[in-house]
Nanobody
Framework: VQLQAYGGGLVQAGGSLRLSCAAS????????MSWFRQAPGKEREFVAA????????YYSDSVKGRSTISRDNAKNAVYLQMDSLKPEDTAVYYC????????????????WGQGTLVTVSS
């Protein structure tokens, strides 16, 4: 199983970024997918999740209203559109596969991508 996240970069506060994650090695459409992030010196935290069909989403309070998670099962990809970025959004962002298929909300994760760095300048 491989997860490759990309799309991070340096952006000014108030700007936008779209993160992408390409998945392989599993029946992608059977699994919810999630994004996490880890800021320097902090623990990894949940950001958002999307159900296997894409029809249901869930966000942390820290990004709710500013971010949109989506997926394209035909491309085995999951996305995170982040708008109105704040300096506190600076972190390495990871996509993750949960352990169980058809699990909602996903609580346990098995595979993680390598992460993509988002830096928001003030």
């Amino acid at each position: 199983v491989q997860l490759q996240a990309y799309g991070g970069g340096l952006v000014q506060a108030g700007g936008s970024l779209r993160l992408s994650c390409a998945a392989s090695g599993r029946t992608f459409s059977s699994y919810a997918m999630s994004w996490f992030r880890q800021a320097p010196g902090k623990e990894r935290e949940f950001v958002a999740a999307v159900s296997w069909s894409g029809g249901t989403t869930y966000y942390s309070d820290s990004v709710k209203g500013r971010s949109t998670i989506s997926r394209d099962n035909a491309k085995n990809a999951v996305y995170l559109q982040m708008d109105s970025l704040k300096p506190e959004d600076t972190a390495v962002y990871y996509c993750a596969f949960p352990i169980k298929p058809w699990d909602w909300p996903p609580l346990e994760y098995e595979y993680w991508g390598q992460g993509t760095l988002v830096t928001v300048s003030s």
